[in-house]
């Protein structure tokens, strides 16, 4: 009994030790300093310009004759495989990133005009130039936000009542989504990817 008061004395004293000059040690609850938040405005703006830069990296591998590459998949059926194939070409997927963007961007207002992103922009470039303009509204977006406005909830569709800064989240999200797609679509066209980045 003796040494479990001695150990117990001197983790008190340890932790009396250990606190910051001027502080207090009481039974009572101790106050414990916030630690400094980075700012959520300038972290998505870094998260949405890194996804820019490496989606527009992961669609170029794609040669521009390739860019209606339509892949197919073994599927079983009844103890049976088949072929089918995928109901959308590489440069459809890649459009309808750019799509997504502008839609759910629009939600968060604001007097900025949307790029035109239409179905037709199939070709290599016109797809590369819709996802490009499709992040850039973004970024142009964000640019006029403050970490307050960042928190502030528009109606974003199916997302509901939602903070702009879960607007970018989930177009984040989803764009990690369809760039998994992509670089399968890349590998069945038999494009080599580098093995990292």
């Avoid at 938040?37 to 390739?66: C, F």
């Avoid at 059926?77 to 759910?104: C, G, M, S």
Wanted: charged share 20%; aromatic share 8%; proline share 5%.
């Amino acid at each position: 009994m003796k040494h479990i008061i001695q150990v117990s004395v001197l983790a008190c004293a340890l932790v009396v030790l250990a606190a910051p000059k001027g502080s207090v040690v009481s039974t009572a609850a101790q106050k414990v300093p916030v630690p400094q938040v980075g700012s959520l405005k300038a972290e998505t703006m870094e998260d949405w310009s890194d996804l820019k830069e490496a989606l527009l990296k992961l669609v170029d591998y794609m040669p521009a004759d390739k860019y209606d590459f339509l892949p197919v998949y073994p599927v079983r059926k009844a103890n049976e495989i088949t072929v089918d194939p995928v109901n959308e070409t590489f440069a459809k997927r890649v459009l309808f990133v750019a799509q997504i963007n502008v839609r759910f961007l629009d939600f968060l207002g604001g007097k900025l005009k949307a790029p035109d992103v239409n179905d037709s922009m199939l070709s290599k470039e016109a797809a590369m130039k819709a996802l490009e303009a499709s992040f850039d509204y973004g970024t142009d977006l964000l640019e006029l936000q403050t970490d307050q406005t960042m928190l502030q909830t528009v109606n974003a569709s199916f997302l509901g009542r939602a903070t702009r800064a879960r607007v970018f989240s989930y177009l984040i999200g989803h764009t990690r989504e369809v760039d998994g797609q992509l670089v399968m679509y890349l590998r069945l066209a038999g494009i080599a990817l580098p093995v990292s980045q």
